[in-house]
């Protein structure tokens, strides 16, 4: 049991700092198995993260983190939905759904790749160091340097220590999951890509419109011209990929701030996984 006394104490310890840890280490428990019990933690709320992202939903059902259009096709349909004439025109001849339809694949994409990023952190966190451990328990951000005092606690320090040595890997792997994934079907028998693709076509048709055209230039007469581009030309691959680990990491950062508000009511709910990662 002195192990599973490891995991639990030191998610405690995670909340109340590290100042009496060798005052306070139950059963002779040295700061090697404190940090083991920190790894656990870790391993714990990295995974619940990924596996939360990767279900139905994971992505497109939260706002938190939902994927929203690249900003420069945002940008085109505020504009056009700025203008009541241009609005209905978008809406009847189904470009405003093209918009819809790629911010929903796109978010199913990502929510296919989620599911991959365990492994990396679990990596990153077998070679967090005791230092770099005994850190983070203090709300610092480990450092290649040698450690300082924080100037004010960050509840959110393993998560920076995570993106810190995974995104670049987590890129590696997301970028190609994320582009077979933008072209499976995934919504309606259509992918990402093809959503995409449709968008622009779409919208190409959309500024050729002779309605299209005298709409923009009776409001530039009335003297509120609409500035549409003449196409879009975003990278929706690296977009993707960006903003699917912009809500990873989102994600596992509310983890690590469940774990320090309320220690122990955390590691009830996940006791199991505890047991099964100390004993397994």
Do not use: H
């Not at 310890?13 to 040295?30: A, F, H, Q, R, Y």
């Not at 995409?196 to 709409?215: H, Q």
């Not at 196409?231 to 509310?254: C, H, P, Q, W």
């Amino acid at each position: 049991m002195k192990k599973l006394w490891c995991a639990v104490f030191a998610i405690i310890l995670i909340l109340s700092g590290c100042e009496w840890i060798n005052e306070s280490l139950p059963d002779g428990l040295t700061e090697e198995e404190i940090i083991e019990g920190l790894k656990t933690a870790l391993n714990v709320g990295s995974d619940s993260a990924s596996t939360n992202l990767s279900v139905t939903d994971g992505y497109y059902g939260n706002s938190l983190v939902k994927i929203p259009l690249p900003p420069e096709a945002m940008e085109i349909r505020n504009k056009i939905n700025g203008n009541a004439t241009l609005a209905w025109i978008s809406s009847t001849i189904g470009l405003e759904d093209k918009f819809e339809d790629v911010i929903k694949t796109i978010n199913r994409s990502a929510e296919s790749a989620a599911k991959e990023a365990a492994p990396i952190f679990k990596d990153a966190i077998t070679d967090l160091s005791l230092s770099q451990g005994l850190d983070i328990l203090n709300g610092i951000v480990p450092s290649d340097k040698k450690s300082t005092q924080a100037e004010s606690f960050d509840s959110t320090a393993a998560t920076k220590y995570l993106s810190q040595k995974t995104y670049v890997p987590l890129t590696d792997l997301y970028a190609p999951k994320i582009n077979a994934a933008l072209d499976k079907d995934l919504v309606g028998g259509y992918s990402a890509t093809e959503t995409w693709e449709s968008l622009t076509t779409k919208y190409n048709n959309f500024l050729s419109r002779p309605d299209v055209r005298a709409a923009l230039t009776a409001a530039e007469l009335l003297g509120k011209p609409i500035d549409l581009p003449a196409s879009i030309s975003t990278d929706l691959g690296e977009f993707s990929v960006r903003k699917a680990l912009d809500g990873l990491f989102y994600m596992v950062g509310n983890e690590e701030i469940k774990i320090r508000r309320d220690p122990l009511a955390w590691a009830e709910t996940v006791v199991g996984n505890i047991l099964e990662r100390v004993f397994g």
